[in-house]
């Protein structure tokens, strides 16, 4: 598989795997290719509504971010 592939499949899977938690800000981190087990580890952050300051929730920057490590098969 191309690392392409790779990064797409993880944010799809991500997006979909964590639908129901309002995900916002879904993007990719870091990508390393393990050659002793011959697959590719994606990092993938997102933000959730509970990140986000009580104050103003949904709006501004996130105190927080969630970051999910997803290997290609």
Do not use: C
């Amino acid at each position: 598989m191309e690392v392409k592939e790779a990064v797409k499949r993880a944010l799809e899977y991500v997006a979909e795997v964590f639908s129901e938690g309002g995900l916002a800000n879904l993007g990719l981190e870091e990508v390393i290719y393990d050659d002793r087990h011959a697959r590719w580890k994606v990092t993938v952050g997102f933000s959730r509504p509970w990140d986000y300051p009580q104050r103003v929730i949904g709006v501004g920057r996130p105190t927080n971010r969630t970051y999910k490590v997803v290997e290609s098969s």
